[in-house]
Structure formats: structure tokens, C-alpha cells
């Protein structure tokens, strides 16, 4: 098969998912990063650099150890940074505007920041009901909502951030509701993935 015939298959796929209400954008860095905020690497980088760390290449155990150990050492210069580096005062970019304007049924990111909640006020993002956490889910979850799911936290409530290795450890036991109802959506719904190095 071509790669055209491939490309025309998906697009297909993708037309079909939107018409049954069962399309699902996951959003990565690589959105957010068109408006001036930092990839993950980046921002480790920053941290590995509080930490005086000289180690010229960062694997992927470093992602996660990094922020762990900046974390213990010295909490309030974690949050500080996140807070430094992922501000609120970035303007959403054309992508994130794309993604509203598609409507998928729910909308999945990795992101801390309000790129996506901030859209042009004529888009539908005030459809959308944000949650974060399980609490959030709990207290706004309902049948038939359209979610904007920050599954890695949001930037306005530092604690609910999930960057270190023990955030992801722990993942799957802080965030049930959370996990689960995407394991449903994986089962049930069609994933365009967008900013994602899929590393």
C-alpha cells in the first residue's frame, strides 16, 4: 500500500471518529513549546542545572531522577522553577486553536499550562470540563461531559504536578479514576496524537 493510500486511510479513520463523536486528541509538548514554554528535556536541563549536575547527555532515567532529586534536596526551588518556566501568561498558538476547532470528544494532555483553555473565546473550549486529578474528576465528572484532561497536573496547583520518578511510580494509585476512564477511551475511541516525539 502506498503511502498516500495510507495517509487517505487514516484521514478516513480519523473523518469517521469526529462523525461518532469518538475522536480523542493527546496533546504533548511539542504544542506548547510553539508558545515559548520549555520541552521536558529543557526543563530538566534547567533543574540539573540548580542542582550544579555536569553531565553533558541526559538519558531517560535522568528525566525522572533530576526533579526527584531537586525535589528532596530542595523543594521550594523545584516549584520554583516549574512556576519560572511554565508561566500563564503565553498566548495559545494556532495548534492548540486547531485542536478546539476539530471538537474531538475529549481532550487528553501531558501539558501543566492554559494553552488550551485559553483558545479565542469563539472556539467551544468552554465545553470542556478541565480535570487534573481524581478529585477534580470526582467533583466534575459526570456522563455525557467533554473533558480536557491535564493528566500530568496543572501549573496552578504545583502539588498536582507529576514530572518526578516517584509521581510516575506512584501514578496508577493517585490517579485511578483518572487512568482508568483512559484505558476505556483507548478501548472505545479513536487517538490522534499531536507534539509527541513518541519516544
Same mark, same amino acid.
Given at each position: ?26 496533546? #504533548?509538548? #511539542? ?7 520549555? /520541552? ?21 532515567? &535522568? ?16 516549584? %520554583? ?7 500563564? &501568561?503565553? %498566548?495559545?498558538? *494556532? ?7 476539530? %471538537? ?8 501543566? &499550562?492554559?494553552?488550551? %483553555?485559553?483558545?479565542? /473565546? ?30 500530568? #497536573? &496543572? ?16 501514578? /496508577? ?10 484505558? *476505556? ?9 499531536? #507534539?509527541?516525539?513518541?519516544?
Amino acid at each position: 500500500m502506498s503511502n498516500i493510500s495510507n495517509i487517505a486511510n487514516i484521514m478516513n479513520k480519523l473523518y469517521k471518529a469526529m462523525d461518532e463523536s469518538k475522536l480523542v486528541i493527546f496533546v #504533548g509538548a #511539542g504544542v506548547s513549546m510553539n508558545s515559548g514554554l520549555p /520541552s521536558w528535556m529543557s526543563l530538566v536541563k534547567k533543574m540539573q542545572s540548580a542542582l550544579k549536575i555536569d553531565k553533558p547527555e541526559i538519558d531517560n532515567e &535522568d528525566m525522572l531522577r533530576i526533579p526527584q532529586i531537586l525535589s528532596t534536596q530542595n523543594a521550594p526551588k523545584y516549584k %520554583e522553577l516549574l512556576k519560572k518556566f511554565i508561566k500563564n &501568561d503565553k %498566548e495559545s498558538n *494556532s495548534l492548540d486553536d486547531l485542536i478546539v476547532k476539530l %471538537e474531538p470528544d475529549h481532550i487528553i494532555t501531558t501539558n501543566y &499550562d492554559h494553552l488550551l %483553555e485559553n483558545v479565542p /473565546s469563539q472556539y467551544i473550549i468552554k465545553n470542556y470540563t478541565v480535570v487534573y486529578n481524581d478529585k477534580t474528576f470526582i467533583d466534575n465528572g459526570n456522563d455525557g461531559n467533554h473533558f480536557l484532561i491535564k493528566m500530568h #497536573g &496543572d501549573i496552578r496547583d504545583i502539588n498536582s504536578i507529576v514530572l518526578k520518578e516517584s509521581d510516575y511510580l506512584n501514578y /496508577s494509585n493517585t490517579h485511578i479514576l483518572i487512568s482508568n476512564f483512559i484505558k *476505556s477511551l483507548l478501548a472505545t475511541h479513536v487517538f490522534l496524537f499531536v #507534539g509527541y516525539s513518541l519516544k
